[in-house]
């Protein structure tokens, strides 16, 4: 696997498989890598005959008060990781080279409607500094296919319209959520929790498994069932962020038609901020 950091040889190492006519597949990362993202890079090779990853830390999506300063930094075992994995290249850039003119100068893209809501009502301007970093790195790597979590089911969909809306030639895949063996979704905040939250934090992942179940026993009081949910992440020692019941594509309100859905629910257990979601699929009245 080679690493690059700087532009020039990011594109020269793309021209060149271009010229052969190859594939590329892309894996964009903030470091800190688990069996998640491993399984983004596994799903990429699915598609491409060449996947490249990135790993940026990206100033523009973390708000006043978050964890940028301690997010962890762990490249030498991200690249072990990537090597295991077969990846082909690591582009690493700093912030300096992705916004040279800083963040007040930097031009910006944002997606409306699916950004609102939800993660985008509890970390304003999150979602605008996800689509800059991510349609800047779409231009650096022109990939022909994109792998990302389903775990960030919002981003997504963030990611999803903003290449529609922008006829970008990107396919993007949406993978699976990969989970601790007490159902917990892989994150790299996982790390902050102690033993003790470990214990506490599967009570997310369950109450969703719970609204989803009343979800598809026919109750459509949303409001008062995303209380209840809520009350039962609180009652196990977590506090809850937000939960809310939307169109699985749009993430609009749903409507009463509405067959396809998909509950969003954001969590703090200790020092972390956890996400975690279910769709829900209802039989057609």
Known sequence: ???????TALRQQISE???????IAFVPTMGNLHAGHIALVEEAHKHADKVVASIFINPMQFGANEDIDSYPKTLSDDQEKLIAANTHLLFTPTADIIYPKGLDQQTYVEVPDVSEGSCGESRPGHFRGVATIVCKLF????????????KDYQQLQVIQTMVEDLSMPISIVGVETVREASGLAMSSRNGYLTEQEKAMAPAL??????????????????????????GKINLAGLNTDYIDIRHART?????????ELVILAAA???????????????AKS
């Open 1 to 7: 696997m080679k690493t690059v950091n700087d532009i």
């Open 17 to 23: 498989w271009r010229q052969q006519g190859l594939k």
């Open 139 to 150: 231009n650096l790597v022109q990939p022909d296919v994109a792998c990302f979590g389903k």
């Open 205 to 230: 992942r369950q109450a969703l498994l719970w609204l989803g179940e009343q979800l598809e026993q026919g109750k459509q009081d949303f409001q008062a069932l995303s209380k209840q949910a809520a």
């Open 251 to 259: 993430l609009a309100k749903p409507g009463a038609a509405d067959t």
């Open 268 to 282: 703090h257990c200790g020092k972390a901020r956890l996400i975690d979601n279910l769709q829900v699929s209802l």
